[in-house]
């Protein structure tokens, strides 16, 4: 984490916090979805516990993520995940991924998470292999699905 530690912390979504503003690089649309898809995903996934959250550095939001149960896979999956393009580089992407499976750890229910990440999104690659994450040989489309046994 570029010699830094930070205590992040996991908000639900609200009507408090939904509006804050926070923005992908106009580089990284082809491989992120925005805050307004991560919400539409949570709506749409509201069936399976999906869990929509700010990611937040003390007070200051630095991004959002999205997942959810899948129950036919037996697994987690971290749908939609994103650092503010003004916080980016500075290791609040590999903070917070630990955070979000601490969270996960703790809840119990799956044993297992999976994730795709688009093509390209060499970024988003290195930062879920850091984590442990491993690339299952299964695909979808351009979407390369990763797993990390918990």
Not at 15 to 23: M, S, T
Request: with cysteine; hydrophobic share 40%.
């Amino acid at each position: 984490m570029k010699g830094a530690f930070y205590l992040l912390r996991l908000e639900e979504v609200n009507p408090d916090n939904w509006r804050l503003g926070l923005h992908i690089k106009e580089s990284q649309k082809e491989y992120v979805s925005d805050a307004m898809h991560l919400l539409a995903r949570a709506y749409a996934y509201r069936e399976d516990r999906s869990r929509a959250a700010i990611i937040y550095d003390n007070d200051t939001a630095i991004g959002m993520a999205l997942y959810y149960d899948c129950n036919d896979l037996n697994a987690y999956v971290l749908s939609q995940f994103f650092i503010d393009e003004r916080y980016q580089g500075k290791g609040y992407g590999l903070a917070a991924t630990v955070r979000i499976l601490d969270d996960m750890r703790k809840d119990g229910k799956f044993k297992k998470v999976i994730l795709c990440y688009i093509e390209g999104n060499d970024a988003a690659r290195f930062l879920y292999e850091k984590c442990g994450f491993r690339q299952t040989g299964d695909r979808d489309g351009k979407e390369i699905v990763m797993q990390l046994d918990l």
